[in-house]
């Protein structure tokens, strides 16, 4: 084990924590502000009634576009609070939850992605469009599922508020609990990484997963930002994602890589259990979403060599 002074691993952990914090608040205080006050408008409601119609075609009823629109605005824990307020079958609920699986708080992790360097156009066709083409499959292949839906412990949020002020100091309140959350995770996290990093930990895990990673069609120098994004998702993991792009020389072909795989398959572990209180088969959900990262990241990879290759034989 290789000797560090741990006061400054910890000073600088905790500095490029706060700098992350401060970096991402940027972006997730406004949107969680700005959603929050939507859903007291008109809006959310009129994107519901746009989008019920093609409900049907997924097998689903016009009113799953309410956890779905919730679940893409805010996240997976609004958007189970929605379910929980409504009559679904399994079959509906585990389509709805494979579909927020690869497409959830949209607006916050594309902002993340965007940051990092991955396209826009790349992050909502691969999110939208494995969302869309799970259920689609999922519609057609099982034919089970029809019994009524019976949820576990988790009961829905029916607070509801009136007059402008309550509205806004709870649009506030949720901005400033996001970003309190955020420190939370992320202050530790980089402290955790930097005495890694002191320790030499990094250099020997990035060596463990490079077959994984050359596999995959990626550097072993991406490594770091696969496990930020498999055990923390997009938003927490996305400081060390930041600081493995700036300070391992991760390219931005194997940083896009990287980011379709995460987009199918980030946070596995949370994102997957806290769809056990809905009363839904997690094992396939958390199979799906990995043979999909796999086999989207590698498909995506042999196309985009097999492009470079022959532009450099003619160069």
Not at 54 to 70: E, H, K, Q, S
Not at 127 to 143: D, N, P, Q, T
């Amino acid at each position: 084990m290789e000797k560090i002074n741990w006061g400054k691993s910890v000073k600088s952990g905790f500095r490029n924590g706060l700098k992350t914090t401060w970096s991402l608040g940027k972006i997730i205080f406004p949107v969680t502000l700005i959603v929050a006050l939507l859903k007291y408008t008109p809006v959310l409601p009129w994107l519901m009634d746009f989008i019920s119609p093609a409900m049907n075609v997924i097998g689903l009823r016009g009113d799953a576009a309410i956890p779905l629109v919730i679940g893409n605005f805010l996240n997976l824990y609004a958007a189970i609070g929605a379910i929980l307020s409504l009559d679904f079958s399994v079959k509906e609920v585990f389509i709805i939850a494979i579909m927020l699986s690869f497409s959830h708080n949209v607006l916050i992790e594309t902002s993340v992605a965007l940051k990092v360097g991955v396209k826009l156009w790349v992050v909502l066709a691969v999110r939208f469009g494995l969302a869309i083409f799970s259920a689609a499959v999922i519609h057609l292949v099982w034919k089970g599922g029809s019994e009524k839906a019976v949820y576990g412990l988790i009961s829905a949020d029916d607070k509801e508020l009136g007059g402008v002020g309550p509205i806004l100091l709870d649009a506030f309140e949720k901005a400033g609990l996001g970003i309190l959350q955020l420190a939370i995770i992320v202050i530790p996290l980089m402290i955790v990484i930097q005495i890694l990093k002191d320790l030499q930990w990094l250099a020997v895990f990035s060596r463990w997963m490079a077959p994984v990673t050359r596999s995959l069609g990626m550097k072993e120098n991406t490594s770091t930002t696969l496990a930020a994004g498999l055990l923390f998702g997009l938003a927490y993991g996305a400081g060390v994602m930041i600081q493995a792009v700036k300070e391992d020389g991760v390219s931005k072909k194997d940083v896009t890589l990287a980011f379709i795989f995460l987009v199918a398959c980030h946070a596995a572990v949370e994102d997957t259990l806290i769809f056990i209180p809905l009363g839904i088969p997690v094992w396939p959900l958390f199979l799906i979403r990995l043979v999909t990262a796999i086999v989207l990241t590698l498909v995506v990879a042999t196309i985009w060599n097999r492009q470079v290759v022959p532009l450099n034989k003619s160069a």
